[in-house]
């Protein structure tokens, strides 16, 4: 079954392939500049994302507190909100008059009084606004902000090859895959087996790319371990045996764990992403 958000990307990605500003800014309005100042690579910390997980703390902090009956705790955590709440019109001045300073402000009043029902009815109020923002924007700026850019990724060859841009070395991949079916249906297993082994090299030179960000083995393995490994080792074997029955269903399975998989996460963010910046 497909997801309501796999849904949302289909209809977005529809929209972007309109190829007009029109039909872009109609379907996915994008945030003020000034928010890229509190994402990577600007700044050390993803600040925005932090100040947002705040927020959403505090206001359930207020929430329970106040159902609890425990009004000095209430307080405290009110304050805390509002501090977070008026830094947003700091870091993004677009957006200062968005804010809701009257129930903001009725938040606080209902606190001080410990009037349970008044601070539910602001904390309500206060939500709305809140999501409201983050119909139109949150996911197009998790895509601008929090894609990572592998346009800027250089990936070394090996063994003592040059350093190429991602793209390039995309290519040869998509490139080696399509000469080694070529070359089985063709029966030139030669010419298949050294594809084979240039292929296992760019996969090599592509997981020391990817451990750059993904820190943790599990990742390389996923995409590049096991059963990646064992799926070239049976393509190896069907092309020397000749059986090319085992040569495609092998190569197959090792595009779906090296490619496909990799793609599924990465690809469709990062191409939206590469469309929505100027």
């Excluded at 197009?140 to 793209?167: C, E, H, M, N, W």
């Excluded at 296992?200 to 393995?221: F, I, M, Q, Y």
Aim: charged fraction near 25%.
């Amino acid at each position: 079954m497909v997801s309501k958000r796999g849904i949302w990307l289909a209809v977005v990605f529809i929209a972007l392939l309109a190829g007009s500003a029109g039909a872009t800014e109609k379907w996915l309005p994008l945030p003020p500049a000034s928010i890229a100042q509190w994402y990577k690579p600007h700044n050390e910390r993803q600040v925005w994302l932090h100040t947002m997980f705040s927020l959403r703390r505090e206001m359930q902090a207020v929430a329970e507190y106040a159902a609890a009956d425990e009004p000095a705790l209430a307080r405290q955590w009110t304050e805390r909100f509002s501090e977070h709440y008026l830094k947003i019109a700091e870091m993004v001045p677009e957006w200062r008059d968005e804010l809701d300073y009257q129930w903001l402000e009725r938040l606080r009043s209902a606190a001080q009084a410990g009037d349970r029902e008044a601070v539910a009815l602001a904390l309500r109020k206060l939500g709305q606004g809140c999501k409201s923002c983050h119909r139109e924007y949150r996911a197009v700026t998790a895509l601008l902000y929090r894609t990572p850019d592998f346009g800027k990724i250089q990936i070394k060859k090996s063994p003592g090859g040059p350093t190429v841009p991602y793209a390039e070395a995309m290519e040869e991949l998509s490139t080696l895959v399509n000469r080694i079916k070529i070359a089985t249906d063709d029966n030139r297993e030669q010419l298949a087996l050294a594809s084979l082994q240039q292929l296992r090299h760019r996969l090599d030179d592509l997981g020391t790319s990817c451990a750059d960000c993904h820190k943790d083995p599990a990742s390389r393995e996923r995409y590049l371990g096991k059963l990646t490994n064992e799926a070239l080792q049976d393509l190896e074997r069907g092309l020397k045996q000749g059986d090319k029955k085992l040569a495609g269903r092998s190569l197959g399975s090792a595009a779906v764990y090296a490619c496909a998989r990799c793609h599924a996460v990465h690809r469709t963010p990062y191409d939206m992403r590469d469309r929505l910046l100027p």
